[in-house]
T-cell receptor, first 110, second 114 residues
């Protein structure tokens, strides 16, 4: 059973701070890693993908992957109230079918 | 269309009735996925279509669930003899290429079984 684990939160951070979201996965054969953002009542939206160890930066977002530790994280710099959402970690391997975690709720308060 | 289109957006039905949910993927996307999301839960994989290959049905929870994809484009998810536990948001997603797993989701079909 492939599992993707996330702390459900909520993670509460002040506006302007760095939000750090974490995810662990069980399948060592996983090859592709994704972060999706889901606003309440809306569908998930892809914000980051990462395929190799290390960091990948896109604007205020940085994804970090450590395959040896089976760990992937998402950093959001200069957090804004509009970043308040649930962040879903997804992992896929040879089957090309992403397995999703249950998500971490992020609250950015002014 | 510009994005993945799903219909109906909301469906209320009585226990025991059959329902059909439709998904129109982004043009040119060869991979199509169905997931469902129950209140407060994560995304549960249901079925995956890739081009003309046989679909991966490994996530379908029972034989009351079936799906087809016609002409490599539009997909229909059918739930027969609906039960209250089938109540959820059914999400369709498409992907340009299966190897990336970068999914683009529709807005979902919210199913309520009374």
């Amino acid at each position: 059973q492939k599992e993707v684990e996330q702390n459900s939160g909520p993670l509460s951070v002040p506006e302007g701070a760095i939000a750090s979201l974490n995810c662990t996965y069980s399948d060592r054969g996983s090859q592709s890693f994704f972060w999706y953002r889901q606003y309440s009542g809306k569908s998930p939206e892809l914000i980051m993908s990462i395929y190799s160890n290390g960091d990948k930066e896109d604007g205020r977002f940085t994804a970090q992957l450590n395959k040896a530790s089976q760990y992937v994280s998402l950093l959001i710099r200069d957090s804004q109230p509009s970043d308040s959402a649930t962040y879903l970690c997804a992992v896929s391997g040879g089957s090309y079918i992403p397995t999703f975690g249950r998500g971490t709720s992020l609250i950015v308060h002014p | 269309g510009a994005g993945v289109s799903q219909s109906p957006s909301n469906k209320v039905t009585e226990k025991g009735k059959d329902v059909e949910l439709r998904c129109d993927p982004i043009s040119g996307h060869t991979a199509l996925y169905w997931y469902r999301q129950s209140l407060g839960q994560g995304l549960e994989f249901l079925i995956y279509f890739q081009g003309n290959s046989a679909p991966d049905k490994s996530g379908l929870p029972s034989d009351r669930f079936s799906a087809e994809r016609t002409g490599g484009s539009v997909s229909t998810l059918t739930i027969q003899r609906t039960q209250q536990e089938d109540s959820a948001v059914y999400l369709c997603a498409s992907s340009l290429a299966p190897l990336t797993g970068e999914l683009f989701f529709g807005e979902g079909s919210r199913l309520t079984v009374l």
